[in-house]
């Protein structure tokens, strides 16, 4: 099969989506399929032997204006995407998902000319342009990995202002996403629990919405034996942004005994930001180690190693990669009971602990729970890496897609193409 997979930010370092279209295009391109990656920068990183299309952006999302123009050439400014994309996000609206679709639809015929795609299979930029393509006569399928406004919902919980919510609503594609969405062929998702958030944002019936969950590279993310323990507990993840609950975890910190200590991996912690604030509040941060750079894969599966759990404080994960990598890693898992955490996790008590959500003294019980018992964190760290080994790879992600594309071309009386 000819499969053009689209991500509007291909980088690992941007997220999940990153993360995800990388291990999908190896696996689809080991099962024998044509995959070509069409992407903006970040860009991905790729096998050598998987083709990239890059649709390029203005780049100019939160950049002032004298900073742009140093680093940029400004004759690239001087066409209508560019500019407009300069005009908007002066105001705080993120255009890069629109343009990449308008911009790789200016480019699609040609693509297909060169290429003969069977399925275009869109990595949630859900833009006005996947339409057009659609138009075309290709059948376009998203994955939606949760709905962006359960972000929005999540900024509004903290600060509650009109002129934040103004600026948040500014700053998410929620109508475009929401028009465009219905109209394509077919949408699946990575969890039930976001299968059910978008039904409820997007009006799709949960019916129509196929689950193929995510996998976790386990021969990368494994347990690494003969590292030494220098911290109890581990965060990973953006600390900023509020839906991963780093605050409870914080404060579930300063109900635990002095011993318990705690690292938290993030490259973007601003000096100013919610953990330097917490830190400060419950003087904990002689307990707490901060890791404030990114690092490399190998980097990430030491700083695991170097843990006897992990913690996910998030009040939503459509997934949640943190959790199926500590998990590869040989690590339990103490979660907040909430979006798909609960499906990742399994049964409470076997891989991990799952935990009320917000609720700081349930995780500080939990925590001790896991890490009390001699032994009983080594178990449910094996009890974690075998659930991992048995349910989520990107092997059977990678197939379970490809019966949906294989289904969707049936519906449209297609044929694929041999690759």
């Known amino acids: 099969m000819r499969i ?29 399929h044509d995959v070509h990656v069409i992407a903006g920068p970040p860009l991905p990183e790729l096998e050598a ?53 308008f911009r790789l639809l200016n480019r699609w015929r040609g693509l297909q000319n060169q290429h003969h795609f069977d399925v275009v299979f869109d990595n949630q930029c859900l833009s006005w342009g996947l339409l057009g393509i659609r138009a075309t006569g290709v059948p376009v399928i998203s994955v939606i990995h949760h709905p962006l406004h359960i972000d929005r919902e999540a900024d509004f919980a903290v600060d509650p202002t009109l002129k934040k919510k103004i600026k948040r609503t500014l700053y998410f594609p929620l109508f475009m996403q929401q028009m465009v969405a219905p109209r394509l062929d077919k949408i699946v998702t990575v969890s039930e629990a976001s299968r059910s958030e978008i039904e409820r944002y997007f009006g799709i019936p949960e019916k129509e919405i196929t689950v193929v969950y995510n996998g976790t590279d386990s021969e ?29 975890l ?18 973007r912690i601003p000096d100013d930001g919610l ?9 904990i941060d002689h307990r707490v180690k901060l890791v404030r750079r990114m690092l490399e894969l190998d980097e990430l599966v030491e700083q695991y190693s170097t843990a006897r759990a992990a913690v996910i404080p998030s009040f939503f994960e459509g997934f949640g990669f943190p ?7 040989g690590l339990p898992v103490i979660a907040n009971a909430a979006g798909a955490l609960p499906e990742v996790v399994g049964v409470d008590g076997t891989t991990g602990r799952l935990v009320p959500p917000k609720n700081a003294q349930a ?7 896991v890490l009390g018992p001699p032994g009983r964190a080594e178990r449910m760290g094996a009890a974690a890496r075998q659930r991992i080994e048995h349910v989520f790879q990107w092997r059977d992600a990678a197939a379970g897609l490809v019966d949906v594309f294989e289904d969707t071309l049936r519906a449209a009386h297609r044929r694929p193409r041999a690759a």
């Not at 953990?275 to 003087?283: A, E, G, I, P, T």
């Not at 959790?323 to 890693?329: D, F, L």
């Not at 995780?363 to 729970?369: E, K, P, Q, V």
């Open 4 to 32: 053009a997979l689209l991500t509007y930010r291909g980088n690992m370092y941007c997220g999940g989506q990153g993360i995800y279209a990388a291990n999908l295009a190896r696996e689809w391109k080991r099962a024998g």
């Open 49 to 101: 032997d998987i083709p990239l299309h890059v649709i390029p952006n203005a780049n100019v999302f939160g950049v002032e204006h004298p900073e742009w123009a140093r680093r940029k050439n400004p004759m690239t400014l001087f066409n209508p995407l560019s500019l407009w994309e300069l005009g908007v996000s002066r105001f705080g609206v993120f255009p890069e998902m629109q343009t990449f679709g």
């Open 220 to 248: 990368i993310f494994r347990p690494i034996s003969g590292v030494e323990k220098e911290t109890d507990l581990l965060f990973v993840g953006r600390t900023e942004d509020r839906k991963k609950g780093v605050g409870t």
């Open 250 to 267: 914080l404060e579930a910190m300063a109900l635990l005994p002095e011993h318990v200590t705690l690292k938290i991996v993030d490259g």
């Open 275 to 283: 953990v330097m604030r917490f830190l400060k509040r419950h003087r």
């Open 323 to 329: 959790a199926s990598e500590a998990m590869s890693c």
């Open 363 to 369: 995780m500080a019980t939990a925590i001790l729970d």
